[in-house]
């Protein structure tokens, strides 16, 4: 991890109220963590589907806490994983060698040269509008969905980092190398500048949809953390062991990154210090 110099791309405080999503209802796994797979199954009842065509990365082997194993595998969607990891990736080339209709790419997603989501998606012959994108990198998430600007798919799913209070707008340092991520509000405000709103967060995962579809999920007020399963007075699910979930030694607890404090500002004025966990 790079050095605390590099100071965060975004760090500002907002006001915030809150209702709740009605989609939250529809929480369910099949592969999914956190209820994705129920909710995104439900997103599409409401807003219809063009062209049944899924991407995910990082895609880990296809199965595990994927969101889009499900499509895939029940409900005959094409589509494509990018995994960067290559242990990852045989996984992934065994779990999906008898599914033709899903291309699977061994990369790393960069924020510009020729690995870019747009660059990728392009040699994979991906629709321009296809229906379904899940990103999922643990760190440079915001700048990829910012990064894409020659698709558009219908239904985004993104993760934040929970561990970053809900009225902080933040973004990490631009570099891969660091895995801070990003505040929901940042995302929220992404999304709106390309043409998204809001309509439901999981624990550290955010559902958008474009503005055209936005009155068909049944979602009134998308204020933060009205759309989201946590609250104030909820303590935040610990995103650290999400990709290891059996690895809960001692020493593993020992090699998470400390959190990083940042220190500014806040409403009124007050000096305030926010720790960000690395996911």
């Known amino acids: 991890m790079e050095s605390k110099i590099c100071a965060p791309y975004i760090f500002v405080q907002h006001d915030f109220h809150v209702i709740i999503s009605p989609l939250l209802q529809f929480q369910n796994n099949v592969h999914s963590q956190d209820g994705e797979d129920g909710i995104i199954g ?18 880990w082997d296809g199965v595990y806490f994927s969101n889009c194993c499900n499509l895939f595998t029940n409900n005959d969607w094409s589509g494509l994983f990018i995994e960067a990891n290559a242990e990852k990736f045989k996984d992934l080339q065994e779990n999906y060698k008898d599914n ?19 660059s990728i998606l392009k040699i994979s012959n991906a629709p321009k509008n296809f229906d379904f994108l899940s990103i999922d990198v643990d760190g440079i998430d915001y700048f990829i969905w910012d990064g894409l600007t020659e698709y558009r798919p219908r239904v985004v799913v993104i993760e934040f980092n929970p561990t970053i209070p809900n009225d902080v707008e933040f973004v990490q340092h631009k ?17 709106r500048t390309k043409g ?7 624990g550290w995962n955010a559902f958008f949809v474009t503005n055209d579809l936005f009155a068909l999920t049944g979602v009134t007020n998308n204020h933060i953390p009205a759309t989201a399963d946590f609250s104030l007075e909820v303590p935040r699910k610990d995103p650290s062991w999400r990709r290891f979930p059996e690895d809960k030694s001692a020493a593993a607890h020992q090699r998470r990154p400390r959190p990083e404090a940042y220190d500014f500002a806040g409403g009124n004025g007050i000096e305030r210090s926010v720790l960000v966990k690395a996911l």
Do not use: H, M
Request: net charge negative; hydrophobic share 45%; proline share 2%.
């Open 196 to 202: 998204y709103e809001l309509v439901c967060c999981t």
């Open 100 to 118: 033709f209709k899903v291309k699977l790419v061994n990369t790393y997603i960069d924020i510009e040269g020729p690995n870019t989501l747009d």
């Open 42 to 59: 439900r997103i599409f009842e409401l807003v219809g589907n063009e062209n049944r065509f899924g991407v995910e990365f990082g895609a």
């Open 175 to 191: 570099s891969a190398k660091i895995n801070q991520g990003c505040s929901l509000l940042a995302l929220i405000n992404l999304a």
